[in-house]
DNA sequence: CGGAAAATTGAGTACTCTCAACCAGCGTGG
DNA sequence: CCACGCTGGTTGAGAGTACTCAATTTTCCG
């Protein structure tokens, strides 16, 4: 809407159908109409394409931009003063990374990729406009900061009480369940990004202890994992293994009354 | 602004001045004007005064209401499969305890009280309304948001990649700058609402090994901790053993362009 | 085909846990 | 006023999950 004919500079580099992944995901939460989305699609995204280990955010950085990752894996972190990494999240195509940019000043922890990747980024200023101008949109953008925030929750308990190979098998559900409701991938084989250093990062356990646990996993015929694939072979077991309950994913949002 | 004159049913029943702490702490990343906190002030608040160890939010309960701590702690945590508790993060005087509440329609946590707590509760309606019309209370809520998730990412690291010793510190250093910052205690001593037992959970440690710990952080002259009050010794000391760097508070936000 | 990254295995270690008993503070009631 | 009982804190000893170090194999990719 709004003439977006006339001035094709900046997102004509941007294929509408690019948003496929993210508007899925919050029609799940959050209805949409066709003017939103095509409101939402005219903002400023810059297209980019980085490789592999690429930093997207950098702890103690100025913050000014959003970015949306359209294709490939990035994962977010923190590092402790003895040098080791904690994982924090991992996030799959078609999520905003770093949605708290919208107000916060400074960033507190990192952002990698984990594979190569395509991203848009859009200016935070830009998305806080059309929030203010557009409610859904506002509550789509809020939704996704606070079930992200539901998720550091559960991370806490997973790596603060739950032994090792709960830990890696609630992980493994978590991300088949997020890749399932995303749609990049279908039941039960998933593209699997993280190296077994970097699910141990994620877990708060050595990589030697991550293997082990991975070959039990295996052994009992939960899962199998190999060259960046997963396959799920029995869910109900692997749920039961990972203490999993997939409530603090917020999947079905009931809708509070806009306001 | 429209009529609150002539429906002072409800809100009567707080005292503005019971405001004073969030206010307080809103400032430092929020400026209010005048008009913006008595429009917060007269929202229909409901007080009430809780005992101990009370419920404030239930996991998988509905959730309609958000709730603002006067005065008293409050803690937030998740049960796993064999009965064993992670909490979650600590709340003290002048912070809402469930601002998620705004948008998610289930609870996926418990919240509890530490101790004999005063609280006051809003329909999450109301907030989502009054923040439409003034976007710096917006602003203010969606900060405090913001900073409980960074805070939860925190929490990720320390029980993920710290040792028990660090983790300990780092929980006692986190508090004790919330409280000097809130302004509800002076350095260097501070009401401390946890038992061994809820320190242990909110770790990921045991009682046991939480109180040897302890022990080594006294035997060491960092701290003082006895009766519920805790004295900070040698603060750079206790800041090392903690691995603390204060950035995940956010403590001094940059106002990004109100929009 | 070669080199680097990732995964795997082995053996010894240690941090943290478990179990269990004991002590101390404090509010209640006889 | 002191006994009682409960909660919270402390101590001891033994066990185990997860860690460390180091070597080896496999996979990936140019």
Redesign the interface.
Same mark, same amino acid.
């Given at each position: 809407m709004r003439r977006c004919n006339d001035a094709p500079k900046r997102h004509n580099l941007i294929d509408p159908s690019l948003f496929t992944l993210l508007f899925r995901r919050w029609d799940r939460h959050s209805a949409l109409s066709k003017e939103e989305r095509e409101a939402f699609s005219a903002l400023p995204f810059v297209r980019k394409t980085l490789p592999k280990d690429a930093y997207l955010v950098e702890?103690?950085r100025?913050t000014s931009e959003c970015t949306l990752l359209l294709q490939g894996f990035a994962y %977010?972190h923190?590092l402790? +003063?003895d040098g080791?990494? &904690?994982i924090?999240s991992i996030h799959i195509p078609g999520e905003f990374i770093d949605l &708290?940019h919208?107000?916060?000043? !400074?960033a507190? +922890?990192n952002v990698q990729t984990l594979s190569k990747t395509e991203i848009a980024s859009v200016p935070?200023?830009a998305l806080?406009?059309i929030g203010?101008r557009y409610?859904a949109l506002q509550?789509a953008i809020?939704?996704d900061?606070?079930?992200?925030?539901?998720i550091?929750?559960?991370?806490?308990?997973n790596?603060?009480? %739950?032994d090792a190979r !709960?830990r890696i098998a609630h992980l493994l559900c978590e991300l088949a369940l997020r890749l399932d409701a995303s749609g990049t991938d279908t039941s039960p084989t998933y593209e699997f990004p993280l190296t077994q250093d970097q699910l141990a990062?994620a !877990?708060?356990l050595t990589p030697v202890h991550t293997n082990r646990t991975l070959q039990s996993l295996r052994k009992d015929g939960l899962i199998a994992l190999s060259s960046s694939r997963l396959t799920v072979l029995d869910w109900d077991a692997l749920r039961d293994a990972g203490?999993f309950s997939e409530?603090?994913l +917020?999947h079905a949002?009931? +809708?509070?009354?806009r306001?």
């Amino acid at each position: 809407m709004r003439r977006c004919n006339d001035a094709p500079k900046r997102h004509n580099l941007i294929d509408p159908s690019l948003f496929t992944l993210l508007f899925r995901r919050w029609d799940r939460h959050s209805a949409l109409s066709k003017e939103e989305r095509e409101a939402f699609s005219a903002l400023p995204f810059v297209r980019k394409t980085l490789p592999k280990d690429a930093y997207l955010v950098e702890e103690g950085r100025p913050t000014s931009e959003c970015t949306l990752l359209l294709q490939g894996f990035a994962y %977010r972190h923190k590092l402790v +003063h003895d040098g080791a990494r &904690q994982i924090i999240s991992i996030h799959i195509p078609g999520e905003f990374i770093d949605l &708290q940019h919208l107000m916060l000043a !400074t960033a507190d +922890h990192n952002v990698q990729t984990l594979s190569k990747t395509e991203i848009a980024s859009v200016p935070a200023a830009a998305l806080r406009d059309i929030g203010a101008r557009y409610p859904a949109l506002q509550r789509a953008i809020w939704l996704d900061l606070l079930i992200d925030a539901s998720i550091f929750r559960e991370w806490v308990v997973n790596v603060g009480r %739950r032994d090792a190979r !709960t830990r890696i098998a609630h992980l493994l559900c978590e991300l088949a369940l997020r890749l399932d409701a995303s749609g990049t991938d279908t039941s039960p084989t998933y593209e699997f990004p993280l190296t077994q250093d970097q699910l141990a990062d994620a !877990t708060g356990l050595t990589p030697v202890h991550t293997n082990r646990t991975l070959q039990s996993l295996r052994k009992d015929g939960l899962i199998a994992l190999s060259s960046s694939r997963l396959t799920v072979l029995d869910w109900d077991a692997l749920r039961d293994a990972g203490d999993f309950s997939e409530r603090y994913l +917020h999947h079905a949002v009931r +809708h509070p009354g806009r306001s």
